[in-house]
Structure formats: structure tokens, C-alpha cells
């Protein structure tokens, strides 16, 4: 996969490029990440690539011109699925991770300021946005885009499983984890975890990940397909019943 960032801030990636798995998947050559400045492809003598809002009002707007000759510089761009990070945007999720995460080129641009030239929308496929609040740039956004999508390329992670099993994959909220030691200040691990059972564990854990995400997310109740058992999972935690 190709993923090409153009930000006014390109030094917001560097950390980020130079850790962990993101790092990794470059080592790997799953991922080309590239980062364009494209105050580089301003024509004006200072480089210059904001203005005032036609209209009137506080803050100043970015140029569509140094954007659109950035992304024409780009190979196949217009092959590129393109996205703008935006306050307006579709509100981003796994779904949407995993969607973008099938593409073979994605371009991500980051605005900044009061945001981009509205005329950008015509250059793009979708507007993304990270949630209901105002970030300075659009960097961090792009940032979390990036992190999400990369992780899902096959051969990134080192075992496939946890995607599969992690939160929002199949719908609900991930069971609760444990590690040594088995007791802490008096805190024990659930006996079952350590009984070897697998079956046991298994149903366990799908009982925790639904109540879990009955307690604290139960918008997502409502989009997931239940079993047969996870609907008697559910009848015990609405009564407040273990399991
Ligand atoms: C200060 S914001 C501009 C906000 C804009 N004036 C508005 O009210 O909608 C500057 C840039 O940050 C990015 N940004 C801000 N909030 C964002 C969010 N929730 N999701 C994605 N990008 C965001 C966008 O790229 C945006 O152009």
C-alpha cells in the first residue's frame, strides 16, 4: 500500500514514522509513506499559502492552488482514493479502517488554520472526520488514520488474531485482559481464566464483551448480529446476573 500525508507540518510525522509498528511495516515494505509539504508548491514569491475568508471573519484559509498542484505532482494520483480530515467529514470508525485499509493508494490531506478553500472538494473522494471537536490541524487526524489503517495490512501485526478479536472487529467491545501477577493489592484474575477450560474461557469472554458493551457502549447493540447464546447472555445482564 501507498499512503501519501500533505501537511504544512510534516515534522508532526517524523516521530511516529520512526516507531513501533509503523516503523516496522515500512521496514517490512507492507506500506510506502510519503510526506509532502505543499507550501512547496505555492507560486507565490513567499511562499505564501493562506489568505483571508472572502466574506469576511476571523482566521485565515488555505489556498486550494498549492494543494491540487501538490496532488497533480503525485504519481496516479488521480487513481488514489483521496480523502480531506475535516470537522464536516464522515465520522471515522473501524469500518472505515478496515475499508481504507483495502485500498492500494490512499492520499490523506491536512488542513490547518480555519481550514482549506472549500473548492478542495472537488479534488477529493471523502471528508473524514475524527470526532464532534476541533483539533488545530488536521495532522493528528491524519496521524490516527494512518495508525489504524496501517495496523490492518496483512503481515503487520505479528499475530493476525488480535484484529479479529480487538474491539468495534466484531461489533462489540473487547473482553477484559489480565496478565501476571495473578494477584495484585488483593485483586485476583478471574478463576476461570486460569482453569485451562477453553470452552469455559471462550463463553466467558463473549459474556463480558457483551456486557461491556451493554453497560458502556449500547448504540453498538443494536448494528451487531446476535447468536442464540449471546441473546441469553444478554437476558442475565439486564437482570444484573453473572454468568
Ligand atoms: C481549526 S480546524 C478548522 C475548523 C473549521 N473552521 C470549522 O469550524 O469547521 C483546522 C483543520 O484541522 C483539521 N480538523 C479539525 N478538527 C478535526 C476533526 N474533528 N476531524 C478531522 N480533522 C479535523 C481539519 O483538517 C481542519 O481543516
Known sequence: ???????LFPEMFEGILNSSIIKRAIEKEKVTINIYDFRDYSTNKHKKVDDYSYGGGAGMIISVEPIVNCLRDIPNYSQAYKIITSPHGTPYNQTKANELSQKEHLII??????????????????????????????????????????RL????????????????????????????????????????????????????????????????????????????????FLEKIKKGQSL
Open 1 to 7: 500500500m501507498r499512503i501519501d500525508i500533505l501537511t
Open 109 to 150: 490531506i491536512c488542513g490547518h488554520y480555519e481550514g482549506i478553500d472549500y473548492r478542495i472538494t472537488n479534488y477529493i473522494d471523502e471528508e473524514i472526520s475524527l470526532g464532534d471537536f476541533i483539533l488545530t490541524g488536521g495532522e493528528i487526524a491524519s496521524l490516527a488514520i494512518l495508525d489504524s489503517v496501517v
Open 153 to 232: 495490512l496483512p503481515g503487520v501485526l505479528g499475530n493476525q488474531d488480535s484484529i479479529h478479536d480487538e474491539s468495534f472487529s466484531q461489533g462489540l467491545l473487547e473482553y477484559p485482559q489480565y496478565t501476571r501477577p495473578e494477584e495484585f493489592d488483593g485483586y485476583k484474575v478471574p478463576e476461570v481464566l486460569l482453569s485451562g477450560n477453553h470452552e469455559l474461557i471462550r463463553k466467558w469472554r463473549r459474556f463480558k464483551s457483551l456486557e461491556l458493551t451493554y453497560h458502556k457502549r449500547p448504540d453498538l447493540l443494536t448494528k451487531v448480529n446476535l447468536t442464540k447464546e449471546d441473546m441469553e
